[in-house]
């Protein structure tokens, strides 16, 4: 299943940003440290260009602490780019940001001269909470689900320095599907858009190979499961999940699952690195041309079919 949740706000949200790029000096992009791969907007990446990103991989306080070091080394390395790990838990990190930003655009700073930056970045990842951590007052509305902000704000940091809230926006289509699932899990995409079942399965499969010790500590199973659907099935049993008939509540035992990653109850979690995307990629961009270049061959034969096909004689 892949998930696709492009709203019309969104739309007009990518095309406000064009709007306002020729006077920005500074991207921020907030991504969440859970994913940082796949909570990366390739829209944003190509609508920066070549202008200096602060990359923040942020709820840093949910995520495996080892593999955000991993990333943060991963991305610092890329041309000009400035990784960073936030969390809301030690905002004075967030705080540095004004002096980072000033950094980045030395002739502009030196010169006095008034400096943009915006925030952009996908749903519900924190974008309007840092913003409301780096004012010092709550100017723009937070929640914890997406879409909240729906429109662009600006507001003044500091004499000369202004900064762009912006409201989340995905991307038309997620090629990479395990994105889409991660996306999911990570509460990116609206709840409505997709299967929870399925995103159950996808998160089970996952922490049975990444996280086998947590999920035996937290669900007390003495032996792990091996596939992801028995997994889901002993949660559903451990907490009472079961129709009559002795059935497990499937979607019950999903729920509860993909609630304990969001709010921590399973401990801090990573769902990607950057060696296992860089496979992904591959595998994914293969796909996706295969796929273009079966259409391609299916348009020709209808052409063709439609060329070699009687004409109707007139009367
Ligand atoms: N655990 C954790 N939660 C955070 C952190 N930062 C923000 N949040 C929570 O994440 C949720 C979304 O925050 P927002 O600031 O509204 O996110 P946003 O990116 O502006 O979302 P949209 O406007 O919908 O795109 C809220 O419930 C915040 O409290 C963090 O560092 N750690
Ligand atoms: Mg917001």
């Keep these: 299943m892949a998930i696709n949740w492009f709203p019309g706000h969104m739309h007009k949200a990518q095309k406000e940003i064009k709007e306002i790029l ?30 200096p990103l602060i990359k923040i991989l942020n709820k840093s306080d949910l995520a495996d602490a080892q593999l ?22 030690s905002p004075s990190i967030a705080k540095q940001i004004p002096t980072l930003i000033k950094k980045l655009v030395p002739h502009k700073d030196q010169e006095g001269k008034q400096i943009n930056a915006v925030i952009m970045g996908i749903p519900n990842v924190g974008k309007s909470t840092l913003l409301n951590t780096l004012v010092g007052k709550a100017k723009a509305k937070v929640g914890n689900e997406p879409a909240v902000t729906k429109g662009q704000q600006r507001i003044r940091l500091e004499d000369g320095l202004y900064l762009y809230d912006t409201p989340g926006m995905l991307w038309p289509k997620i090629v990479n599907e395990n994105s889409g699932y991660r996306l999911a899990v990570t509460s990116a995409v609206k709840d409505t858009a997709f299967d929870h079942d399925e995103i159950a ?20 199973l003495e032996e792990l499961p091996v596939t992801e659907v028995e997994l889901i099935e002993a949660i559903g049993r451990k907490r009472g999940c079961v129709k009559s008939g002795g059935y497990v509540d499937f979607h019950k035992a999903s729920a509860i699952l993909i609630n304990e990653i969001r709010d921590k109850t399973l401990g801090p979690l990573t769902f990607e690195s950057p060696n296992m995307v860089e496979k992904e990629v591959v595998y994914f961009d293969e796909l996706e041309a295969k796929k273009i270049a079966e259409r391609e061959a299916k348009k020709e034969a209808r052409g063709r079919g439609r060329k070699n096909k009687p004409k109707k004689k007139k009367r």
């Design 22 to 51: 020729p006077t920005i000096d500074v991207v921020i992009e907030v991504c969440d440290a859970r994913l940082p791969f796949s909570s990366e907007n390739p829209m944003i990446t190509e609508i920066r260009g070549d202008k």
């Design 68 to 89: 955000t070091k991993v990333w943060l080394e991963y991305l610092d390395a890329q041309h000009n780019v400035k990784a960073i790990a936030l969390t809301t838990e």
């Design 201 to 220: 399965c996808f998160a089970a499969e996952y922490l049975l190979e990444a996280y086998p010790d947590r999920l035996k500590e937290r669900y007390k």
